[in-house]
């Protein structure tokens, strides 16, 4: 697959614009899924670039929306071979569907906003602690779909620690996610240096909201804000999920957790007293 091609993202986009021509239709749903004798949920889908698109939906949908200029159809239909390319994470096919989708979001996103409350957010995971919360949070899991999600994990800090590095990593974390003491005090002491460390490049930052806060708006539950360098792909509001994810992208939605987040960092200790509480609890996992 060439580098410059995400299939998740070109899914989004496709649906997107497949999203406007049947607006532009003035046709819902409902209709053009008449008109093509398929399901609703099946047009929802293409439209949310949660379903992959062939070549002939293209085609059928064009025909319904009276698209008669060639170079839109024939740009419409290209995105849609593009979208079913490969990406470096379909090789991993044991992959549950809903981790697939987001690490293709999160392969072209230009800027990531966390919240964790749990444990260290995957992109700052060292590899010691990621199986351990693998092992922890999925018990069911044998030893080789647990090393095999670990390799996804180390894969995914590509946009930390490769060429293409992301432009704005920020991140939000609760004290218990430091306090946790997930595979040993080891593999903790470990984990918060390595924590420490990413906090020096300039295009990571990481705080901590200190128990001694009290209720924040964050106790609701954990999400992320994923941001793309092309002003067509609209920012993604991210939920992990046990069985499914969700995606939120109306922009109502967006700009209520864009305000959620900027609570949360208020409600955070300062960068330089971040370290410093880190690295306190660092000391501690030696004694």
């Not at 003035?26 to 008109?35: I, K, L, N, P, Q």
């Amino acid at each position: 697959m060439s580098a410059n091609i995400n299939p998740t993202v070109r899914r989004r986009r496709l649906g997107s614009e497949l999203r406007k021509l049947r607006d532009g239709a003035g046709m819902t749903a409902e209709e053009v899924a008449g008109r093509l004798m398929v399901s609703q949920s099946k047009i929802s889908r293409l439209e949310n670039g949660r379903r992959s698109i062939s070549q002939r939906d293209v085609r059928d949908l064009c025909d319904v929306y009276n698209v008669t200029d060639e170079a839109m159809r024939a740009s419409l239909m290209e995105m849609a071979r593009e979208s079913r390319q490969r990406g470096w994470w379909h090789d991993f096919n044991d992959m549950p569907t809903p981790y697939s989708v987001y690490i293709g979001l999160e392969a072209e996103a230009s800027s990531i906003r966390a919240y964790e409350s749990s444990f260290v957010p995957g992109l700052l995971q060292t590899e010691q602690y990621a199986q351990a919360v693998v092992e922890g949070t999925q018990p069911d899991t044998d030893a080789l779909a647990v090393q095999r999600r670990v390799q996804v994990r180390m894969k995914r800090q590509d946009r930390v620690n490769g060429e293409n590095p992301l432009g704005s990593l920020w991140t939000v974390i609760d004290e218990a996610v430091l306090r946790r003491e997930v595979g040993s005090k080891e593999v903790m002491a470990h984990q918060l240096k390595h924590m420490l460390e990413l906090s020096q490049r300039p295009n990571i930052t990481i705080q901590v909201i200190p128990f001694s806060h009290g209720a924040h708006p964050g106790m609701t539950g954990t999400f992320s804000l994923l941001e793309f360098p092309e002003s067509a792909d609209s920012t993604v509001v991210y939920f992990e999920g046990v069985t499914s994810d969700l995606y939120l992208e109306k922009e109502a939605d967006v700009r209520r957790y864009t305000s959620l987040y900027d609570h949360l960092r208020a409600a955070a200790l300062g960068v330089a007293e971040t370290r410093a509480l880190i690295a306190d609890i660092e000391e501690g996992y030696h004694r």
